[in-house]
């Protein structure tokens, strides 16, 4: 079973800065996976190993993010691509979901495409359901439990806000990933090694015949206008002092 | 692999150490403390994440990781728990005589183990410490078979490792080292030692009655076993200056943290000038260890002489460990005094190794007749 999984570098800090010109995050050398792809990985090695599979890495973004895909290599997976080009750069959800949908076809004979829940930087949870819109295949969102059945298909169980569900999609399928279904393994020393020798090949917008409208900024229909921190509310705090009943007496009446 | 990429993977694997001990060793410093073991899995985790590999080479099951990242390896983890970290310490020393002095078999046999059992060093007897011309241990030759018996005490990971290295002595007094593990018929434990710091590491006694061993248990030759002890300890100085150098780490973000946090009436401690000093003090002795034992290490990887300034790292290191330690307590005032705090352990972690692998006076006799020599 070949399974991809799509992971994102996310800044390491919560120091993050914003471009001034396009509003978007600057995307900084000194990065990490982002934590719910962590969660995509195990998911995806644990499926391997259960169907004597293929876990492929995907990523899209500029040089630095190899770093990630070889920390995901040095998880156990077994190849990764990474989509790098200046073309490529400055892509909102939709321009970024068309290329890795693009790359995924590519790869060829997919069944199963991971991703995490939503990254920690953006916090958009759209690429995952954008991707499987534009291969066409059934979509599990914010999966906390997958199961393969024996007919070729995956038995999904959703945690949402307010409920669970169990959805049961034929394959090939898209699920995106919550952190409860698993605990990420640490990549080992040994496999930190081993993972310069896994193939991990970087392919540009002409490797995959992009359309260049639809890349990059110019391709983004997301306009950025302004990225501000909250005001924080100031919240009034009232100490009540003495004796118990002389507190609630004090409570009652201010309520 | 090419520098660069060696240097990447290095950084991956200071980043993987970090994560391992924020999310498992930190958490459980103060209990490991308080319950004087690791606490249940721990161990089995970091065997599992494959901590017991990181020096040992890759035709073994091992990463390959040179000295040098080793040793940072081993400072980020004793920034959060100086256990583990001598743990290791006992069993890449222990693995760096196999690869200097093993024969082929010997090494084929063991190394691939080492991934997941514990490799220890034994050297002291209950006669005597780090002087090994002393030792009551003896081997004798049998046809093709060493018949080895004896005792030895404090040694580092004792009843926690399979395998141990035996300094004995031949029958015709020359010192050589042997290797016997657990399962041998006459191989006993003794008792563990209720040591007052790094509480998680166990330090026991093995009993050695009439092990028959092959000759190729035999590690290096006879008559090499003084130049295996001395190589022993100078790889261990070196990596206990790493974990002294986490240790200070630790003990300079106690007093920061505090430093900032608290208040003397309206002032932040920080901005009192007697804080200042201390704080000055801290950082510059761990800045300090930490640039001996890289030294050391960097010396070690290049092949060049490294055994004074191993040395010098665990001398100066372990009494500034103690020192600072005590300045971080009195930063804490009360709070420092407190077994609520972590400030009073690490001061006990860091007086282990004044006397281990080698007293403090031990390794200035040796500073003091190497500078006496050149």
Redesign the interface.
């Known amino acids: 079973m070949k399974i991809v999984v799509c992971i994102k570098q996310v800044p390491s800090t919560n120091d993050v800065k914003i471009d001034p010109q396009t509003h978007n995050l600057v995307r900084s050398a000194d990065g990490?996976i982002n934590p719910f792809d962590k969660n995509a990985i195990e998911a995806a090695l644990k499926l391997r190993d259960q169907t004597n599979g293929e876990v492929i890495l995907l990523s899209m973004g500029p040089e630095s993010y190899r770093?990630s895909l070889?920390?995901g290599l040095?998880m156990g997976a077994d190849s990764a691509y990474l989509l790098s080009s200046r073309a490529l750069g400055g892509a909102d959800t939709l321009a970024t979901g068309y290329p890795l949908s693009q790359a995924i076809q590519k790869i060829g004979d997919v069944e199963l495409v991971l991703f995490g829940r939503q990254s920690v930087d953006a916090d958009t949870g759209q690429v995952g359901p954008i991707v499987a819109e534009y291969l066409n295949v059934p979509q599990v969102t914010f999966a906390e439990a997958i199961d393969l059945t024996e007919d070729h298909h995956l038995i999904g169980k959703r945690r949402l806000d307010a409920a669970e569900q169990e959805v049961e999609v034929e394959l090939p399928a898209a699920v995106t990933v919550r952190s409860e279904m698993n605990q990420p393994?640490?990549?080992?020393?040994?496999?930190?090694?081993k993972?310069?020798e896994k193939p991990l090949t970087v392919w540009t917008e002409q490797d995959l015949d992009l359309d260049p409208e639809r890349i990059g900024l110019a391709g983004s229909p997301t306009q950025v206008t302004q990225v501000y921190a909250p005001a924080a509310a100031k919240k009034r705090v009232t100490m009540l002092t003495g004796t118990p009943e002389h507190a609630v007496q004090e409570l009652l009446q201010s309520l | 692999m090419t520098d660069k990429n060696q240097k990447l993977a290095n950084q991956m694997l200071m980043h993987m150490i970090s994560d391992f001990t924020n999310n498992e060793l930190a958490p459980v410093d103060m209990l490991i403390d308080k319950q004087g073991d690791y606490p249940e899995g721990l161990f089995e985790l970091a065997v599992q994440t494959g901590l017991l590999g990181i020096t040992l080479p890759q035709q073994y099951g091992g990463a390959g990781f040179d000295y040098a990242a080793t040793a940072q390896a081993l400072q980020i983890m004793a920034a959060g728990n100086a256990s583990l970290a001598v743990t290791l310490e006992g069993h890449f020393k222990t693995i760096e005589q196999f690869m200097k002095y093993g024969n082929p078999e010997l090494n084929d046999h063991y190394l691939p183990l080492a991934t997941h059992q514990i490799l220890a060093f034994s050297q002291t007897e209950p006669s005597g410490g780090s002087n090994p011309t002393g030792i009551t241990t003896r081997a004798v030759k049998q046809g093709d078979n060493w018949v080895i018996t004896g005792d030895k005490i404090m040694i580092t990971n004792g009843g926690l490792a399979s395998v141990y290295c035996v300094l004995a002595k031949t029958e015709d007094d020359q010192l050589a080292v042997f290797v016997v593990d657990q399962d041998m018929p006459g191989f006993s434990f003794g008792k563990r030692e209720d040591f007052i710091g790094l509480k998680g590491t166990p330090v026991a006694e093995i009993v050695m009655d009439h092990i028959v061993v092959p000759d190729y248990h035999l590690l290096g030759q006879v008559g090499q076993g003084l130049e295996i002890g001395d190589q022993a300890h100078a790889d261990a100085r070196v990596l206990m200056g790493a974990v002294l150098a986490g240790i200070m780490t630790h003990e300079l973000q106690i007093a920061v943290d505090y430093a900032k946090e608290r208040k003397a009436l309206t002032t932040p401690l920080y901005q009192l000038q007697v804080t200042q000093q201390k704080i000055a003090d801290i950082a510059i002795a761990k800045q300090n260890t930490e640039l001996l034992y890289q030294q050391a290490a960097k010396l070690k990887v290049q092949g060049q002489p490294y055994a004074e300034i191993a040395a010098m790292a665990k001398s100066y290191g372990s009494r500034s460990a103690v020192k600072v330690g005590d300045e971080t307590l009195q930063i804490l005032g009360g709070y420092g005094y407190s077994r609520d705090y972590p400030i009073e352990h690490l001061i006990r972690d860091a007086r282990a190794m004044e006397l281990a692998e080698g007293s403090i006076e031990k390794m200035n006799l040796e500073i003091t007749k190497a500078e006496i020599n050149k």
Do not use: D, G, K, W
């Not at chain 1, 393994?185 to 090694?193: E, K, S």
């Open positions: 990490v770093e070889l920390e040095a393994r640490y990549a080992t020393p040994r496999q930190i090694q993972s310069f």
